[in-house]
């Protein structure tokens, strides 16, 4: 570290020190210039004046920065700079030479003013004329532009493209040639970028592609909306390019350098649709200062909420998750994140009444996320007392202890596989909506539901199963070829969560709306092209038959429930189903009997509960 400081303090003085001999240079060599009767020419006021016009001139630059930028990177802002700087001088020396009449000549400010822009610009982009000109000495017009080096297609010949092209071309150790550029604005058709050519629009991709051999498709567009960039994704995966895109615009806002912003294309920039927003003002406020409990915090879903909580300024918050790995991990990431967050991580099960109860007890937590659960479907099938226990009974512990400590919001994470339900997964989230709508009217506690679809990334999703395929080589199995399901990222669907929890005053089931359902097919075809493999051909793509309690759509609403918009456009209310409360109770306390007793009949009682249960394969009781 050290020798780098000594290494750019050094490289510093040298530039000061040219610029200090160049200065001189300039003040004699404008003189001479300025004067017409050479002989006549009075060197002794320059002399005289040498000192001051050095020392201005070397304080004036050190001012605007100009020995410490980086000049293999020098641009626009550097040449803005050195005018500046110039002109600065100029002035200071013009209103010496009107005060001391016969000293200076303003003739000769001019010109010493114009030798200074030349002379610097060259002695600054010197070595960068150097290196640019041996880069096309590399690449004549013919076919092996440069050996070994990945050849890459840009997309876009805005200012993102032009910002990577550079840098391509300045970096020897980033191994990318840039060959080509693609743009839909017919004005820059056929021009040249840098030396790099704007050889066609989106409907040449493919062809372009082919005929320069490209290796790598970067789309530079990160002011474009999703949709555009959904269709540039759809064509270029029709190569066998590996492509990667920037991200938005407003995550490169005071970023100069963009090479490191690549990221490979992932399969939600196929969804085409806008990030979801919300309203981070309405969380903020009812979560401030607030003892917040997530239960299932380890999660995929309990992880993003106490990410996003974290955020909120909470007084305090509480992880509580049976896995200790999964705790332990957001644990860490929080701390380095939010240093000054007062954070408590509990380990312990939603089973364990006890438990439960002294956590409230003890913490007095005043908003309450119950994200635990056991969520796989096809697992929970071959286990569904596991299933019944914890989600469940799990659910109504933690509710009625929300209920008997004045807990304000009771929010509880459920799926559209509650909406009836063909695996016991979703029933029991059904009868855990059921269980907070029931509390909720005899508690001063807003008890609510928000039932959303799946997520991609989130564990045990489709998404990584589909990827550990792709890198062993397939094959990539689909239950079935008709089967869909809504997608929602991990992060927009929890703030939905969170925002939801602010409009929530008891009893109400939130749906959030998830846009338009995938075609699981089509997203492992979409899969498999992204990662550079022609579907069928290079990998398979295997049918393997819908599992157990695996429904071919799902849904997000019952008629029943109606339905009620909210400001947030992308959630909605679902209004509650009435239900026999004694009835109810009763119905839970033979369940839970029969499965202390490991009773599969306990699955007749689920049906009695859920009238809609109709799970696939089985007789009905």
Known sequence: ??????????????????????????????????????????????LLYLIPFVGLTIIIFAVLKLYDSLWRYAGISEIVRILFGVFCVLVINSIVSIIAKDFLTLRWCLVAALLQIVFIMLSRFFFRFIKHYAFYKKIPF?????????????????????????????????????????????????KYVRGIKIAGNRNDIISLAKQ?????????????????????IKICKETKCKIQTLPGIYQ??????????IRDVQIEDLLGREQIKVNLSEITSYLKDQVVLV???????????CRQVANSSPKQLIIFDVYENNAYDIEQELKRKFPKLDLLVLIGSVRDKIKVKSVFSQYQPNIVYHAAAHKHVPLMETSPIEAVKNNVFGTLNVAQAASEHHVKKFILISTDKAVRPTNIMGATKRICEMIVQTINKHSDTDFVAVRFGNVLGSNGSVIPLFKKQIEMGGPVTVTHPDITRYFMTIPEAVSLVLQAGSYAQGGEIFVLKMGEPVRIYNLAENLIKLSGYTPNVDIKIEITGLRPGEKLYEELLMEEEGLQSTENKLIYIGKPIELDE???????????????????EMKCIIKELVPQYHPNGEQTC
């Open 1 to 46: 570290m050290e020798k780098a400081k000594l290494g750019h303090y050094y490289k510093k003085a040298l530039i000061v020190l040219y610029d200090c001999i160049l200065t001189i240079l300039i003040s004699f060599i404008a003189l001479w210039l300025t004067e017409e009767d050479k002989s006549a020419i009075n060197y002794n006021n320059i």
């Open 142 to 190: 013919k076919k092996n532009y440069q050996e070994g080096k990945i050849k890459v297609m840009i997309i876009g010949a805005g200012e993102a493209g032009v910002s990577l092209i550079r840098e391509m071309q300045s970096v020897e150790e980033l191994n990318m040639t840039p060959l080509i550029m693609i743009d839909d604005d017919p004005a820059k058709l056929n």
């Open 252 to 261: 490169l806002v005071g970023e100069e350098v963009l090479i490191n912003k």
């Open 212 to 232: 320069y051999e490209i290796d790598r498709i970067i789309i530079a567009m990160p002011s474009a909306n999703p949709q555009e960039i959904s269709k540039i």
């Open 582 to 600: 004694e009835n109810f109770y009763h119905k839970l306390s033979e369940l839970h009997q029969l499965c202390l007793e490991e009773n599969l």
């Open 295 to 305: 239960t299932g915090g380890g999660g995929s879903i309990g992880s993003e909420l």
